[in-house]
Every structure is written in C-alpha cells, then in structure tokens.
C-alpha cells in the first residue's frame, strides 16, 4: 500500500459512512484532483479497496480498522461493502 507524502497537509475529511450511507459514487471507478491523496481508515468492520486504474497495476485490500488504504492523485478506484461497516476518508494535498 502506498504512503501520503510527508509534505501534503490534511484539509478536509468526508462524513463517517456506513454501508447504508456510503454514496454510489465512492462505490464504482473515480479519481481524486491532480494533487489531492486521501486516506480510507475503517473505524468499524471492513470495505474492499481497487485500484481500477488501466494504467497501474490492478491491486484488491481488504480494509480494516488495522490497515487503511491510500489513494493516490488521479489514480482511478472504487471501494466495496462487504458487510456492516463504518469508515471515513481524510484528504491531503
């Protein structure tokens, strides 16, 4: 899994999601802006993390409240509900 550069500062973070709130969007292929990483951490439960991006190696993670995930600029991705869960993404630039 990658790491948020030690240079990008933390701006904002989305609403805690669960699996009967998480928006459709988040949930098929998208990207962040140009410069923009964020952090998927799993407070309760899990969520399946791709990379869908043709252009980079496909990659599946399982997310749990001991392993986040990283979201890399413009590298296009989805998550997965895989049953009851709770998690929020903080974004850095």
Do not use: C
Not at 64 to 89: L, N
């Amino acid at each position: 899994m990658k790491t948020i550069p030690a240079n990008a500062a933390h701006y904002r973070s989305s609403p805690v999601f669960t699996q009967d709130t998480v928006p459709a969007a988040l949930q098929r292929a998208h990207t962040t802006a140009d410069d923009v990483w964020g952090r998927i951490t799993v407070l309760e439960g899990s969520l399946l993390y791709r990379i869908t991006d043709p252009s980079h190696p496909a990659e599946e993670v399982l997310l749990t409240p001991e392993r986040h995930g990283v979201v890399e600029p413009r590298v296009e991705h989805e998550v997965q509900v895989v049953g009851p869960v709770r998690f929020q993404v903080d974004f850095h630039r």
